[in-house]
């Protein structure tokens, strides 16, 4: 059911994802804020939540399944940082529009 053997893309993927996030928080200048820290915690672990109910709804009805062997692990990290990237370029555009 699970997978452990992926795609280098994968590693691309979450990379990128990380990486556009430390650069943002470091132009934010925020990048050792611990309130700021907090608040990205908190949303990135709704977001998680959120994501997790979706796979449950969306495997439940049919949309499309995790079986035989097609559920890449890294693919809820990359959520996790695809969510802080987001918290991230939501604050950078509030601070320049």
Same mark, same amino acid.
């Given at each position: 059911?699970?997978? %452990?053997?992926? @795609? @280098? @893309? *994968?590693?691309?993927?979450? +990379? &990128? %994802?990380?990486?556009?996030?430390? @650069?943002?928080?470091?132009?934010?200048?925020?990048?050792?804020?611990?309130?700021?820290?907090?608040?990205?915690?908190?949303? !990135? #672990?709704? !977001?998680?939540?959120?994501?997790?109910?979706?796979?449950? %709804?969306?495997?439940?009805? /049919?949309? *499309?399944?995790?079986? =035989?062997? /097609?559920? =890449? #692990?890294?693919? *809820? =990290?990359?959520?996790?940082? &695809?969510?802080? %990237? !987001?918290?991230?370029?939501?604050?950078? #555009?509030?601070?320049? +529009?």
């Amino acid at each position: 059911m699970f997978i %452990f053997q992926y @795609s @280098s @893309s *994968w590693y691309l993927l979450l +990379v &990128a %994802f990380l990486l556009g996030w430390l @650069s943002i928080m470091f132009l934010r200048k925020k990048l050792f804020d611990k309130k700021e820290a907090k608040q990205q915690l908190l949303l !990135g #672990v709704l !977001g998680i939540i959120a994501l997790a109910c979706m796979e449950v %709804f969306a495997v439940s009805t /049919n949309l *499309w399944t995790y079986a =035989p062997d /097609n559920w =890449p #692990v890294i693919l *809820w =990290p990359t959520y996790l940082v &695809a969510i802080l %990237f !987001g918290y991230q370029l939501l604050r950078f #555009v509030e601070r320049v +529009v």
